[in-house]
């Protein structure tokens, strides 16, 4: 059984801020983010926070703070150098603060992503932050792209094919549409130059709930296609426009529209799908890749912090 629920998108308050539409937040006499380890009662949020402009997420805590330190030194120039996990405490995700950047990160798939993104949702909505911009900077499997290659997301799509982010609700299933903030992936798409050693592509990214089945591979523990099935399917999803895979774009795409907030997927691939499974890259090149989204996302901050 499947309801359809249109997906709901709410707009920000006049003066930028995050409007959430939940009434039953406004009974708590303090809440508690749980896995960021903040609360409302013990934590000036708007002091702490309310600066923000820009979040960033990403799978591991290294690169979280690997990019703190790229735009620390890139955006700001060395300066805010001194580089502190926020949430330590809360043994779950890393947060660093350089400036009016945030950088957190949020584990794999979509489970452990939402809850890191929920919280902070709420936490931009406390602190009173105006008009932030959340960016995921990940890693991905291409198709039929060069590894190396950057992928900026247009829209995000499930397993089941659709562009959507379904998630059970009370045993129904509630259905929420996972297209990106056009303008904002055109203007991350457009900081790509022909400098650049590698090649920035927009399109679709599939966001699987597994690493192996669930993403076509062959050299999971268990598979039940074959060599000839993967491809076909593969190439279906290239026909559709996919670009890329990976395991959280659906729902980042479906919970920041949701939240009104503008929200942008940029990943590099590791490997070319159509040519292999294993991510066998030597480490040091692929650590070399994972800086591409950065440089990214840090060109567009710095862009943007000198328009204001
Ligand atoms: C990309 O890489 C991770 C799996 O290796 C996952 O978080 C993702 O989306
Ligand atoms: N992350 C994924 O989810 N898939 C890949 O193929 C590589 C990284």
Redesign the pocket.
Known sequence: WETSHPGKEYPKNEDGTIRLPNKNLDKLESDVLYHLGLDTKNYDLPALFGDVKFVCIGGTKHRMREFAEFVSFNVFHGKNMKLVNLTKHSHRYATYKVGPVLSVSHGIGIPSMTTALQEIIKLLHYAKAVDPIVFRIG???GLGIPPGSVVVSSWGLNGYLEKSYDIPVMGRSLKLPAILDKRLSQEIYSMASEEDEFQTYLGGTMG?DD?YRG?ARLDGPFCDHTEEDKLEFLEKLSEMGVRN???EAPAFAALTKEAGIRGAIVCVT??N?LEGDQ?STEKGTLLQWQKRPMAIVAKFISKYLDSM
């Open positions: 890693t991905s499997g699987a690493f993403q895979i990976e395991m590791l490997i799908r991510v």
